[in-house]
Nanobody, 124 residues
Framework: QVQLVESGGGLVQAGGSLRLSCVAS????????MGWFRQAPGKEREFVAD????????SYAISVKGRFTISRDNAKNSVYLQMTTLKPEDTAVYYC?????????????????WGQGTQVTVSS
């Protein structure tokens, strides 16, 4: 079992930045693909970014590409999401997810483990 705990969310003005962290426990995530997803009120959970187990391959949703950066530190059993130039439409609960294997996934169903989420609110 892998337990994931996100942190770093909060209230920020449009144009600002936040860095989300996800710390894993229970198992080392060095052999897990990792992803970030988000869910706004009344909407389905959507893909934001993913990263391969070694950190060399990443992918992003079109809506965040060029503004968000996913990274990981396997020595710290952690994954991060650096968010810049935030927009009100980025407001959502952000979730960290893990899946066994080398690569990540853009699909919610592709992940076995989920954190509880952290709220990000961007004011206009």
């Amino acid at each position: 079992q892998v337990q994931l705990v996100e942190s770093g969310g909060g209230l920020v003005q449009a144009g600002g930045s936040l860095r989300l962290s996800c710390v894993a426990s229970g198992r080392t995530i060095s052999t897990y693909g990792m992803g970030w997803f988000r869910q706004a009120p009344g909407k389905e959970r959507e893909f934001v970014a993913d990263i391969s187990s070694g950190g060399t391959v990443t992918s992003y949703a079109i809506s965040v590409k060029g503004r968000f950066t996913i990274s990981r530190d396997n020595a710290k059993n952690s994954v991060y999401l650096q968010m810049t130039t935030l927009k009100p439409e980025d407001t959502a609960v952000y979730y960290c997810a893990a899946r066994p294997g080398r690569i990540g996934s853009t699909s919610v169903s592709g992940y076995d483990y989920w954190g509880q989420g952290t709220q990000v609110t961007v004011s206009s």
